[in-house]
């Protein structure tokens, strides 16, 4: 048999297992995309400062090293640039349909097929369903009374309004995520004033960065070996933050203390600043960052950071539970993304009328991320517990790519749709419940973290134990007979 394979997003995942799948010959692939073109979180997210945060010989395919990055660190410009030279040079375009975004899909268990709908009333059918939906690719807002009612220029962080100067405003900033400390720094260059609201300060860390030269970049083509060394060396480093995490309080402790003098020494220009940040939960519960100009930015006279929790946002700004409002003309919403609720709002079901929301309304769970019973011939890529607290989430990308391309060889070998055993899924997601409940994670609040507590989003382990076990295994899956229409 020869699958016809529809890929849902266009982003590191969906392009990690098209490049996959075609190397094993497959070759009817349609990449459905909403947006405009490939790119996913890095085409989305275009505010002033953003950079991975885990450096580019890292955060990119192993299969396709980069000579050219610009720095370490780098910035989303470059990133952009590499997803779409991977995409051209690995000719995807073709199997792309852009500005085409997914509301539901159905699995047709008697023709074993997937009836795929899109938002413009068009429709395909695939015989197997990969979403590559991102963790994080749904923006999320504070829900705070008033929010309707600003007066003045909102937008969300990963909406980014380019086309609202800055220049001498009034900007209020809500959330000190990722997002936030990368781009407070630019904002505080333009804003006539800038104040940032914190509910719970990030742990920060040095940021080694630095600027690849063209000798450097020379060096990296002429001898790809030194890329692989500085790949793998940061692979241990990065590494080296789950293991504190997860298995070594020892490390933990060294990391935190690394995290206090630089804090310290970065806050020390003004008064309090210091108290203001320094986290009060155990490093590693949310994303440690790397950061040198945040807490500087912070200090600058314009620059306020205000602690006391947000009861309103008015007309005129936000205001907070000590009764003060902060006025502001422009308000940024640095809140972060839905993580948890997954492949949302795509309705994905059964001609049975069973739907996948039923079966996650505790929460979001697949084996090893990927497979869910009673789901045939779906494939999800960067699903529930396959993030990474501390490591780059496309090595996770690029096993779920291999497991994907063994098992689309395995269903057109077999000429019948599989699905995983349920028994499987669940003595996987039990294992890792447990692991996550006794977890560092469990001890702030978090986006790794539904409201209940349940954490849907980390895988518990390090990323080789991740793609050690995530390898494809046809003992895991059981052909799925069609039903009698
Ligand atoms: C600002 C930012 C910085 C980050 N930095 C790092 C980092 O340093 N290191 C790290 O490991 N991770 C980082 N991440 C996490 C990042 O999400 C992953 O590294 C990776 O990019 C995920 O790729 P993806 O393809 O799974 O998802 P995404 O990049 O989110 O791509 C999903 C794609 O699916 C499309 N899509 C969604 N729904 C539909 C639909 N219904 N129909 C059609 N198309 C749809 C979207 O438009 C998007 O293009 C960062 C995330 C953000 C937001």
């Known amino acids: 048999m020869k699958p016809r394979i529809a890929i849902i997003g266009a982003g590191f995942g969906g392009i990690a297992a098209a490049i996959a799948l075609r190397a094993r010959g497959h070759d009817d692939i349609t990449i459905l995309e909403k947006g405009n073109d490939v790119g996913g979180v890095w085409r989305e997210n275009t505010y002033p400062g953003a950079a991975c945060d ?21 910035r989303q410009p470059a990133i952009l640039d590499y ?29 074993g097929t997937w009836h795929i709908e899109l938002d413009g009333g068009e429709s395909l059918t695939a015989d197997i369903l990969i979403p590559a939906v991102g ?37 209020a900033v809500i959330g000190t995520g990722a997002s936030v400390v990368q781009f407070v720094p630019e904002v505080a260059r333009q804003a006539g004033a800038l104040t940032v609201f914190q509910r719970s300060a990030p742990y920060l860390l040095p940021r080694p960065d630095r600027r690849f030269s063209a000798r450097h970049a020379a060096v990296f ?36 203390a690394i995290s206090r003098r630089h804090m310290r020494r970065q806050a020390q220009a003004k008064p309090g600043l210091f ?27 314009h620059v306020e950071l205000v602690t006391d929790a947000i009861t309103a946002i008015t007309p005129a700004g936000v205001v907070t539970d000590d009764g003060r409002e902060h006025r502001a003309d422009v308000l940024i919403w640095g809140t972060g993304f839905t993580a948890t ?24 769970h697949a084996y090893y991320g990927m497979a869910v019973p009673g789901f045939p011939n779906l494939q999800i890529m960067y699903g529930p517990n396959t993030n990474t607290g501390g490591g780059s989430v496309i090595y996770f990308l690029e096993a779920q790519a291999q497991h ?6 395995h269903v057109a070998r077999t000429g019948v749709p599989h699905a995983v055993r349920p028994e499987v899924e669940a003595a996987v997601d039990d294992e890792v419940q447990t692991r996550l409940a006794g977890s560092v994670w469990t001890q702030c609040s978090s986006w790794y973290r539904q409201a209940d507590g349940r954490i849907p989003t980390n895988w518990p382990g390090l990323s080789r134990e991740y793609r050690r076990r995530a390898a494809f295994d046809p003992a895991d899956y059981e052909p799925v007979p069609l039903t009698v229409a």
């Open 404 to 409: 994907v391309a063994d098992y689309v060889d």
């Open 54 to 74: 885990v450096p580019s010989p890292l955060y990119s395919y192993s299969f396709a090293p980069n000579p050219h990055w610009p720095h370490r660190f780098s």
């Open 135 to 171: 963790q994080l690719s749904r923006p999320a807002f504070a829900n705070i009374p008033g929010r309707e009612t600003f007066g003045g220029v909102s937008f969300h962080s990963a909406q980014w309004r380019h086309d609202v100067d800055l220049t001498g405003r009034r900007v």
């Open 275 to 301: 108290e203001q940040v320094w986290p009060d939960y155990p490093i590693g519960c949310k994303r440690a960052l790397f950061s040198n100009d945040y807490l500087p930015a912070l200090t600058q006279p």
């Open 341 to 364: 609720e997954f492949l949302a709002p795509i309705d994905i079901r059964r001609s049975d009328g069973h739907r996948l929301a039923d079966d996650w309304r505790g929460g979001a």
């Open 83 to 111: 997803i779409r030279q991977v995409a051209d040079h690995y000719d995807l375009r073709r199997h792309l349909r852009l500005g085409s975004e997914v509301t539901s899909a159905t699995y047709d268990q008697a023709g």
């Open 221 to 256: 083509e002429r001898l790809p070996v030194t890329e692989l060394a500085e790949r793998a060396t940061w692979y241990a480093v990065i590494e080296s933050l789950t293991v504190a995490w997860l298995y070594s309080a020892p490390l933990a402790r060294t990391i935190r």
